[in-house]
């Protein structure tokens, strides 16, 4: 099962239970664009009526889990031309992709080497388990970039961090997060040498898998029940916001910045 940039493997480990989800663009850059968000939106659906897999686990190329929404995407950049009902349908992809992850039935663990940035970083939030590399690093840039984070993500980060480090995590978007960082915070669950987040994975994968699947999937459902019980309330109108910030004079600047690799003068319009 494969499509242009993400592949699936099934079948692996004990008794076939685990199944690796690959995103590789081939640049080690791996941003998000439309056609890989709508990739990775379906990849749930392949495991809807799958009662054999018990877990599976998203990784990126050897070098970067991602770098997040590709605002060199000529796709999605065809959003400035849109109305607002227009660009809100189009900025309801990612979270849509980030829902259908949290929502498997499956356990979910994420295996990040390289950079995790912004969309990276909030799809992987949207998972069960982190993996990271030592040289791993994490980045949320969308302030800087002049929006908000969007995605769902917010209430995500604040049940693993807590809400200060969810608010330094977000506002202070230049700092890079560490991987001895985000396990201090608690972003990720594991570090691990570089080029080992895939196989520890997948040791932490196995020993799930050997587990009986049915009470597996029942805890999953009631933990992920009670922490997520308010998460509409801090993310159901993020897309909106999204759009609205979209239209300031601030995203202009911030996205020329990124664009042209200079700092950006923000003045609040």
Not at 199 to 217: D, H, L, N
Request: one cysteine or more; a neutral charge.
């Amino acid at each position: 099962m494969s499509g242009q940039f993400v592949k699936i493997e099934k079948g692996l480990g004990p008794q076939g239970r685990i199944a690796v989800v690959r995103f590789d663009r081939g640049d080690n850059i791996n941003a998000l664009s439309q056609q890989a968000m709508r990739e990775l939106r379906d990849v749930p659906r392949a495991f809807e009526d799958d009662l054999e897999t018990t877990v599976v686990i998203l990784t990126g190329s050897a070098k970067a889990f991602s770098a997040g929404f590709d605002l060199k995407d000529p796709e999605g950049r065809e959003r400035e031309g849109l109305s607002i009902g227009e660009r809100i349908h189009r900025q309801r992809l990612g979270p849509r992709m980030c829902k259908a992850w949290q929502d498997m039935d499956q356990i979910t663990i994420a295996a990040v080497e390289g950079h995790c940035v912004g969309g990276g970083a909030a799809l992987v939030v949207s998972l069960d388990f982190r993996t990271c590399g030592r040289s791993a690093h994490f980045r949320i840039p969308e302030v800087e970039l002049g929006m908000n984070m969007s995605w769902g993500s917010i209430p995500r980060m604040l049940a693993l961090m807590g809400p200060a480090r969810t608010k330094q995590a977000v506002i202070l978007a230049s700092d890079r997060i560490g991987a001895a960082e985000a396990l201090d915070w608690g972003l990720v669950e594991n570090v691990v040498d570089d080029g080992q987040a895939l196989a520890a994975s997948m040791a932490f994968a196995e020993r799930i898998a050997r587990q009986p699947p049915i009470p597996v999937r029942m805890t999953k459902s009631t933990v992920n029940r009670l922490a997520h019980a308010l998460d509409d309330l801090g993310s159901h109108m993020d897309a909106d916001q999204n759009v609205l910030t979209g239209l300031t004079e601030d995203y202009k600047e911030g996205t020329s910045a990124f664009r042209e690799k200079r700092k950006p003068s923000f003045k609040g319009r």
